[in-house]
């Protein structure tokens, strides 16, 4: 007999965090997880059959790698309460070669959300530039800190790795600018009216406003879409992906891969400048 109660949930929850998952991390494990109890709260025998109908659920409504996520989630739960025969197997999905033009960020609408941000929030300006110029992610701002601005090197701690990243010397300039009109002595740049950092939430939501304002579709603005246009501007200049995968704290460079991505219709370009079909 197993039933999912709110004292397991807890318990993987503190279990995720002495494993130094990062606060992102754990809260989408426990959302998964949670998301699962409720649609099977009224049974009291949870067997691996209902798994896979609930697999089955969520690819009707998500895309593959989503479903995927979820999976992993469940699988490292059920792991954690030792029932691991209710797990069940990652969707197999080929791999990706193109990127897709309806979510690709391109350097044009990069641009269109500098000049609206410019003129309404000088924070969200400066936030976009520093994620867009740096290559860090979002849940990795708060180390952008008074004192890393002074030194130019943003020093990061994510799922118990350590890296550094540069800031662009023109991008400190802006960013000393501010610091100095804000009064920050010390610790997070970009900070709530409370002082405390800007979460994902909080960005996400004028990252969406922003975007109406600019004229860009609200499918291409989320924060870690400036890290791909990032990732792709870098690898454009210079076609080294190691180091990219180093600048961007990836360990598997597969990963790097996605981020690098072109879309089909530059693979077309590319094809045409070859020049290998003639005419009669």
Same mark, same amino acid.
């Given at each position: 007999m197993i039933k999912i109660t709110n004292e397991m949930v807890k318990e993987f929850e503190a279990k995720l965090y002495l494993d130094e998952k990062s606060k992102a991390t754990v809260e989408k494990y426990i959302r998964d997880v949670c998301a699962f109890a409720r649609e099977y709260s009224s049974k009291n025998d949870i067997e691996k059959g209902d798994v896979v109908a609930y697999k089955q659920k969520l690819c009707e409504r998500y895309a593959p790698a989503s479903v995927n996520s979820i999976i992993s989630s469940l699988c490292s739960f059920f792991? /954690?309460?030792?029932? #691991?025969?209710? =797990?069940?197997?990652?969707?197999?999905? #080929?791999? #990706?070669? /193109?990127? @897709?033009?309806?979510?690709? &960020?391109r350097r044009s609408e990069y641009e269109k959300l500098l000049f609206a941000a410019k003129r309404k929030n000088e924070r969200l300006y400066l936030l976009i530039q520093t994620i867009c110029a740096t290559g860090i992610r979002v849940s990795e701002l %708060?180390?952008?800190?008074?004192?890393?601005? =002074?030194?130019?090197?943003?020093?990061? @701690?994510?799922?118990?790795?350590?890296?550094?990243? /540069?800031? *662009? *010397?023109? +991008?400190? =300039? &802006?960013l000393v600018s501010y610091i100095r009109k804000k009064g920050i002595k010390t610790g997070s740049v970009f900070v709530? %009216?409370?002082?405390? *950092? +800007?979460?994902?939430?909080n960005i996400w939501s004028e990252m969406k406003k922003l975007a109406k304002r600019a004229g860009v579709s609200a499918s291409k603005i989320f924060p870690h879409n400036l890290r791909h246009l990032f990732a792709r501007t870098f690898y454009s200049l210079s076609r080294d992906i190691v180091k990219l995968a180093d600048i961007l704290g990836h360990s598997n460079i597969n990963t790097t891969r996605i981020y690098t991505m072109e879309t089909g219709k530059n693979h077309i370009l590319q094809l045409d400048k070859l020049q290998l079909v003639y005419r009669n």
């Open positions: 792991d /954690f309460i030792g029932h #691991q025969e209710l =797990k069940v197997k990652s969707l197999k999905i #080929q791999r #990706q070669i /193109f990127a @897709s033009e309806e979510k690709e &960020l %708060r180390y952008v800190t008074a004192e890393a601005v =002074k030194t130019g090197k943003i020093r990061i @701690s994510n799922k118990g790795k350590m890296r550094s990243a /540069f800031i *662009p *010397p023109e +991008l400190g =300039k &802006l709530t %009216r409370n002082g405390n *950092p +800007l979460d994902r939430s």
